[in-house]
Every structure is written in C-alpha cells, then in structure tokens.
C-alpha cells in the first residue's frame, strides 16, 4: 500500500487521538469507537449506549434523545460516509458526558466537492431559532421527497438538530485532495 492509501486512516486515527484527550479534559468518556461500521457494529454500538445512557440516572427525556441521536448519527456515518482511497470507510464515534449535557461527536470522510453543501444544509438547519419552524422546515422536505443516491432524504440532520434541541457543531478538515474529515457535535442538554 502507497503512503496515500494510508494517509485517511492515519489522519483520522491522529484527530481521533487529540479530539478524545481534549474532550476528556471537559467530561466523563462513555463509549468510544474507531474504525469501519456494519449493522453488527452498530448493533453493539447501540446496545453499550443504552446500558451507559441507562447507568447514568438521566430523567426519561434525555434518554430517548441520546440514544435517538446517537443512533440516527451511527446509521448516517454507515450509510453516507465515503471510502477513502483505500477502500475503507474511516469513522469514529465518541459520547462524552459533562456536567450539564452529553455530546455525541462523530467523524467520518466526505468527498471534498461535498463540502459546500453539507455547509449549506447544516447552516440552513442551524439558522431555525424556532423549533416549530423546524419542524415544518422538516416537513416541507419530507414532502419534497427528494432522495440522494444513497437513498437518503436528507432528512438525518434535521431529525437530529430537532431531538437535539440545540445547533449542531460541524468541522471539515481537508485530508487530500479526494477527502475531508467531516466531524459532526450533538449536544443534549441534561436539565
């Protein structure tokens, strides 16, 4: 394998590392994963959430949006995340808990000529300070219907940003000239 080949998953691997000791400085690490996803990793994946999320003594609310998010979030990485050149996908997922919210922070490659409108959406999203208007903004493009050719409606972020109750947190960072590291922050807030 050519130094290209392996500079996505090196890359990821590397802003894995800072990413999770900078978070634990701010909270309490529940889960970690790093690495390709499948419907049997996700299963796992799942299944520690609900026992972790559970464990914590979270009012019943709280609960249903972290493991709602956590899974929508999961789902999103397996199905829209790109292949590096490698032939893999390269993903890594991180609850982390603070005082006062659980973050769910994902990662995983996106072409870079999709950069603009992941922006774009994630902006129109963020720019709702009205849940209702939200929602109907999810309803009109529910309605719309459009599909992507990965069978999505484009729908994930906005259920997530809905659940969340608060802005989603994005950051792009240019691995070559192919891809980027899309990282993705969903805060629940615990009171």
Not at 25 to 40: A, D, P, R
Not at 140 to 161: P, R
Not at 162 to 190: G, P, Y
Request: proline content about 1%; aromatic content about 6%.
């Amino acid at each position: 394998m050519s130094e290209n080949l392996n500079s996505e998953k090196e890359f990821v691997q590397e802003q894995y590392k800072k990413l999770l000791n900078e978070v634990k400085e701010h909270g309490n690490v529940l889960i970690t994963h790093i690495g390709e996803l499948s419907q049997n990793v996700i299963s796992v994946l799942e299944s520690e959430v609900e026992e972790k999320v559970t464990g914590l003594e979270l009012a019943k609310g709280p609960v249903k949006k972290i493991f709602f998010i956590s899974v929508e979030t999961l789902q999103n990485m397996l199905i829209h995340g790109h292949k590096g050149n490698a032939g893999e996908q390269q993903n890594f997922f991180i609850l982390l808990k603070t005082d006062s919210c659980i973050n769910i922070i994902s990662a995983n490659l996106v072409a870079n000529d999709a950069i603009h409108t992941l922006e774009k959406q994630i902006h129109v999203i963020n720019s709702f300070d009205d849940e209702k208007a939200l929602k109907a903004y999810y309803l009109e493009h529910l309605e719309s219907n459009t599909m992507s050719d990965k069978g999505g409606a484009g729908l994930g972020f906005i259920t997530i940003a809905m659940k969340s109750a608060n802005k989603l947190k994005t950051k792009f960072e240019k691995i070559n000239d192919n891809f980027s590291l899309f990282t993705l922050t969903s805060k629940i807030n615990l009171d």
